[in-house]
């Protein structure tokens, strides 16, 4: 059976020092060759953080290790947000706004210790039909895969981690309305390493339409040098892409990570891309050498009780971070759903029966001294306020401890801190627009480069 343990959760030192302290405190156990008396490092327990014992231990309370990754993936999520031209009168509206080579640097980490290998699109027509963007002649932005390739870091990780990060819907939430809440067989293929035959593996696993479309439907990419336009899915882009970095790390599997990150519809689309990599790796006998987790955030469900069973047969770990007030995580299968008890057994095959997949953490707006009270259904969802819950979340009727995150932050695209703070709404914004100007003083919008490769 899958697991679907539900923890809830109720309720001016530097962050450096608050999180040295909780570091110190990790009930995480130590490798037996360690040095006596050394403090526990992230190295040392990696395998744990990234959920090898589904978490076991370390969500009441949240072990320090494991909330300061998933606040670090958190981040990542976020940037796909802040990185993204939604400006509907931009002549590069659907894309990033820096290249991929500058992307860390630009958005103010450039020491993060990662590489950005490949951009992800998706099929601007499904984005436009299911969620409301704009439409765009080439696939939209929605997030990234990189690398650690820096020494210093892989040794503070322990291992070379290979992240895809993925980008929300830049709508408001009456996308939720727009879900095809029917499940539909994936059909999806992978090829046999020992064969070299396409295979399909089904076993009942159902997808929501929409997501699956979002991942499967073709996008147009760029023109070959022959003239040919060349044709791929968002699919295509992932599993190519992670299959290029297996081969050319092949040498690390037995230290080597894939972690998967997202918000909203990017959490949905990080769950589904994370079974789809597993597979791939279980059909090319890479088998459970390399941990795939996921760290989501506000994800609604995805998937019918066999893909949530699946997903953990095949060691897909997932944690979903959920705030109690949001709707988002509670749709597609608002009624018929993981939470039915004994009806599960009989009711599980119909096309609308979602089961949620993995470990929950559940946080709560009530338990920050720092936000006001709202009816603002989108300042739940908001995953600014979520990242500022997770970073004072200690357990289960704990109180809120922050651990020295900005809660300036919490405002960036929404007006949820109490006005004692005096830190305006909505601040988070390009200068002047993003326009600039020419010689002449004349105010334009200045010209970028593009990936083309990507």
Not at 179 to 189: I, K
Not at 222 to 229: A, I, L
Not at 234 to 246: C, F, K, N, P
Not at 419 to 434: A, L, R, T, V
Request: hydrophobic share 35%; charged share 25%.
């Amino acid at each position: 059976m899958a697991v679907f343990p539900l923890p809830h959760v109720e309720g001016d030192d530097s962050a450096e020092n608050k999180l040295a302290s909780q570091t110190k405190s990790s009930s995480l156990p130590l490798s037996s060759d360690m040095e006596k008396g050394r403090q526990p490092q992230l190295c040392d327990v990696w395998r744990d953080v990234q959920g090898a014992n589904d978490w076991k231990d370390l969500l009441d309370p949240i072990d320090s290790f494991l909330k300061a990754e998933a606040l670090r993936y958190g981040d990542l999520a976020q940037l796909c947000y802040d990185a993204f031209d939604g400006d509907t009168y931009s002549k590069y509206y659907g894309t990033c706004y820096h290249n991929k080579d500058a992307l860390f640097e630009k958005m103010g980490i450039p020491s993060c210790g990662y590489q950005v290998t490949k951009y992800i699109y998706a099929n601007t027509d499904m984005l436009n039909q299911l969620f409301g963007e704009k439409p765009k002649d080439r696939g939209v932005w929605l997030g990234f895969v990189a690398v650690c390739t820096d020494p210093n870091e892989i040794k503070r990780l322990g291992r070379r981690d290979i992240v895809i990060a993925w980008r929300g819907t830049q709508t408001t939430q009456e996308w939720i309305q727009n879900l095809r809440d029917f499940l539909v067989p994936t059909r999806l293929s992978y090829k046999c390493g020992r064969t070299g035959k396409d295979h399909i593996i089904s076993e009942g696993v159902r997808i929501e339409r929409g997501f699956l479309s979002c991942y499967t439907s073709t996008i147009r990419q760029h023109e070959d040098s022959e003239g040919n336009t060349v044709n791929i899915s968002t699919r295509d882009l992932i599993l190519a892409e992670v299959g290029r970095l297996l081969k050319v790390y092949e040498n690390e599997i037995d230290n080597l990570s894939i972690t998967f990150t997202g918000h909203s519809l990017g959490a949905a689309l990080a769950t589904l891309s994370a079974y789809d990599v597993k597979q791939m790796l279980n059909s090319d006998h890479f088998d459970d050498h390399i941990p795939v987790t996921v760290f989501a955030f506000a994800s609604p469900r995805v998937g019918n009780l066999a893909f949530a069973k699946l997903a953990e047969k095949i060691g897909v770990k997932v944690l979903r971070f959920v705030n109690k007030s949001d709707v988002v995580p509670k749709v597609p299968g608002l009624f018929m759903n993981e939470n039915m008890g004994f009806l599960s057994k009989f009711l599980h095959w119909l096309p609308w029966t979602y089961f949620h997949v993995g470990m929950e953490v559940a946080l709560e707006n009530d338990s920050s001294q720092y936000l006001a009270h709202t009816h603002n259904l989108a300042y739940f969802h908001n995953l600014e306020v979520y990242l500022h819950l997770l970073d004072g979340y200690v357990g289960d009727n704990k109180p809120f401890n922050s651990c020295g995150r900005d809660h300036a932050l919490v405002n960036k695209s929404c007006d949820l801190l109490k006005e004692k703070y005096e830190i305006p709404p909505n601040w988070w914004q390009k200068q002047n627009k993003g326009l600039i100007q020419d010689p002449h003083g004349k105010w334009m919008q200045p010209t970028k480069s593009v990936d083309e490769e990507d």
